[in-house]
């Protein structure tokens, strides 16, 4: 860490003497450069919305002559001079009457619903930035209402406690609300969600993230879901590892949010990546058995807004979920879309119905080629006579050894996975009846021959699962280990397509 005094300009450069001498100059990355006035020397604004030097100084104005006529003294009466104050006003001896319109009381069982006068019309919140500003929040509803959205998470509102009930009414009516601003002042994280989706739970919160169980009331599969916004600061993001790690579970699980730390070196352009901050976050993550749910859209999500050499592209927003969540939901499926106004490119998760119907496309196998008939069935049917163009032979040939094939897999190798353990079965029976007959040669014939169907059988179930994974690196033994049918199961979700966008992106 470096302070620099805000006079001081950033340097671009650092140039140094080397061990031998010579004179070295070193470039400086900046991941985010701020806004800074050249007149005040501040950041956060440029000299031409500078208040410096434009200050309004209350004058005070002269009072104005006041003329009091003065009449004679009448004998035998007193007389009171009016009393005049030093401004010259005279003080009213009769009092004032005030017409005052009187507002008709508002009945309503939502307490937040009262904030629906007039105020609320065209008012702005106090600020401007977050949620602040109007524009945002129309934005936010149009969202909402464009993708029919029924959970959502906002990251850095910037909207203080005071104005919360003023975002409900403007953008969540109807909706239950909560924010983590009783942790933190600066207004970071706001979870809202429809009564009729959804039973939310508040399990735990922070100024970094806001853990809950949520409970669908379609009657689906219930699961943890956890809002993050991480500081920048890469010591404080220490206690949101901690403490996800503390809130570690084997139930389904999501973590959404802003992570602002990147994950791999190619998640960043424009700007080194800290290695300490890749292994502290992976480490997280790969503790709590987190995987990046299959994302479309934009890779980068955040840049810092400046032009030239010195813009830098981040992917630090991410949705991530434990394998029992990714279980229950297998066609989910994260969008990041354009940011428009806002800082961050928005993150929209959708959750497809399980589709297995419709016929599935023909696929080769190469665990056929183990079968003794497989060259003899493959042939018969390529010899096949058939009359007619080249093309419409060549297509009905293929045809005719797709149904081949098909018949060849009914029979030697329908449910591969059962045919191997019932191959391993019999083979463990005959190893054990050769041991307690040892001189029966009927029994050792038994043996090799359940050894030789156990290994073609087993073969065959290996080439299967390393024709679906498509592992280079597969080995003996590792077809039962969790992480490989992991990397089956996820392999088969990175194939599905669940979306596609028209002509207009819609």
Not at 97 to 125: G, H, I, K
Not at 139 to 157: A, R
Not at 288 to 311: A, Y
Not at 455 to 477: I, M, N, P, V
């Amino acid at each position: 860490m470096v302070d620099v005094p805000l006079s001081q300009e950033l340097p671009d450069f650092i140039s140094f003497r080397d061990e031998n001498g010579i004179m070295v100059r070193v470039a400086i990355f900046y991941e985010w450069r701020p806004t800074k006035c050249t007149k005040c020397k501040m950041f956060g604004h440029l000299q031409t919305k500078c208040r410096q030097g434009q200050k309004k100084i209350w004058v005070r104005k002269a009072p104005p002559p006041v003329s009091v006529p003065v009449q004679p003294p009448v004998q035998g009466e007193h007389v009171v001079s009016p009393i005049v104050d030093q401004e010259g006003f005279q003080r009213s001896l009769r009092p004032i009457r005030v017409r005052v319109r009187l507002e008709t009381p508002v009945r309503t069982s939502n307490v937040f619903q009262v904030l629906e006068a007039s105020l609320l019309d065209n008012e702005e919140l106090v600020g401007g930035q977050g949620l602040n500003s109007i524009q945002k929040q129309n934005e936010v509803n149009h969202f909402i209402q464009k993708y029919v959205v029924d959970l959502v998470g906002l990251l850095e509102h910037k909207v203080k406690i005071s104005n919360l009930g003023k975002l409900y009414q403007k953008v969540f009516v109807n909706w239950c609300f909560t924010s983590n601003s009783s942790y933190h002042s600066g207004g970071r994280i706001v979870v809202a969600w429809k009564t009729g989706c959804f039973t939310f739970n508040i399990v735990a919160a922070s100024s970094q993230f806001v853990h809950c169980h949520v409970t669908p009331v379609s009657g689906r599969q219930p699961f943890y879901c956890t809002f993050v916004y991480a500081f920048n600061d890469a010591g404080m993001r220490q206690d949101l590892w901690r403490d996800l790690l503390l809130l570690n579970t084997q139930d389904p699980w999501i973590v959404c949010g802003d992570f602002n730390c990147v994950m791999a070196l190619d998640e960043r352009i424009g700007a080194p990546v800290r290695h300490s901050d890749i292994v502290d976050v992976s480490n997280c993550m790969h503790a709590c058995g987190m995987e990046d749910i299959k994302c479309v859209g934009n890779l980068f999500t955040w840049n810092n807004k400046q032009q030239g050499n010195n813009r830098v592209f981040s992917k630090i927003d991410r949705f991530m979920a434990n394998h029992a969540w990714q279980s229950c939901f297998p066609v989910a499926e994260v969008c990041f879309m354009p940011k428009c106004h806002f800082d961050h490119f928005l993150g929209l998760l959708s959750v497809y119905p399980r589709d297995d119907g419709g016929k599935k496309p023909f696929k080769y196998f190469t665990m056929w080629k183990s079968s003794t008939v497989f060259s003899d069935t493959v042939q018969q049917a390529w010899n096949t006579q058939i009359l007619g163009t080249k093309m419409f032979i060549l297509i009905n040939t293929l045809k005719r050894v797709k149904l081949a094939l098909k018949v060849l897999n009914k029979v030697g190798f329908t449910d591969i996975h059962a045919a191997d353990l019932r191959a391993y079965q019999t083979m463990v029976s005959a190893q054990t009846a050769m041991h307690n007959n040892p001189t029966d040669q009927g029994v050792a014939d038994a043996e090799l021959i359940a050894i030789q169907d156990y290994k073609e059988k087993h073969k065959a179930y290996l080439a299967f699962l390393s024709q679906k994974e498509k592992l280079s690196w597969l080995k003996d033994g590792d077809e039962n280990t969790s992480l490989f049918h992991q990397s089956i199961k996820n392999r088969k979700v990175q194939n599905q397509v669940y979306s596609i966008y028209d002509m207009k992106g819609e």
